[in-house]
């Protein structure tokens, strides 16, 4: 047999304005959540709902000041489909970023070529070079913190061979200073 258990409970004005034991727990029927009493504090500590809680996305505000001068910490991904000799991504690293890693997952396994470089213009290999061509091969590409003032695509180069199929999924890792609004 099972064990009902009834907690006390009120309306959002009447927990706000009550102070319970330690460690009790009170329903706000008119929010929908929880308050915990510590025996001292009119209303309690109410949890917070799963809908208030902050979770780090794919774009994620690190830190701000006062003024607004902040720093995200993002992810922008894409899947490339590979030919020819190189192929450049649409999705381009963000100007002003500072480009932490660039790391890539074949997903469909790479022909014609017997491994890839992954870089930009300028330096083809920035990220990995002589990587796998195997599906799920993977390469984290980490770089020392690289700043990059113009939006820029990000270049897969064949070795060996014309790239004649497959897939990779690259993921770039970055942070984005922004200036102070005021």
């Not at 809908?51 to 780090?56: A, F, K, P, R």
């Not at 997903?107 to 930009?120: N, R």
């Amino acid at each position: 047999m099972s064990t009902q258990v009834q907690l006390r409970r009120d309306n959002a004005a009447n927990v706000a304005a009550f102070t319970g034991k330690p460690g009790e727990v009170v329903v706000d029927t008119t929010n929908n959540r929880l308050c915990l009493q510590d025996g001292a504090t009119a209303g309690g500590f109410p949890a917070a709902k799963l809908s208030e809680v902050v979770t780090l996305g794919a774009n994620s505000l690190l830190a701000q000041a006062p003024h607004g001068g902040a720093v995200s910490i993002a992810c922008l991904e894409q899947l490339v489909s590979l030919s020819g000799a190189t192929t450049a991504s649409t999705v381009q690293i963000p100007s002003g970023a500072i480009v932490l890693a660039v790391s890539n997952r074949v997903v469909t396994t790479i022909t014609g070529a017997t491994s890839y470089s992954c870089g930009v213009s300028g330096n083809p290999s920035q990220f990995g070079s002589s990587l796998g061509i195997g599906a799920g091969s993977t390469n984290l590409g980490l770089i020392g913190p690289n700043p990059y003032y113009a939006a820029t695509s990000v270049l897969f180069t064949a070795a060996g061979g014309n790239f004649t199929g497959g897939q990779v999924r690259m993921t770039i890792h970055y942070l984005m200073p922004s200036v102070a609004s005021s």
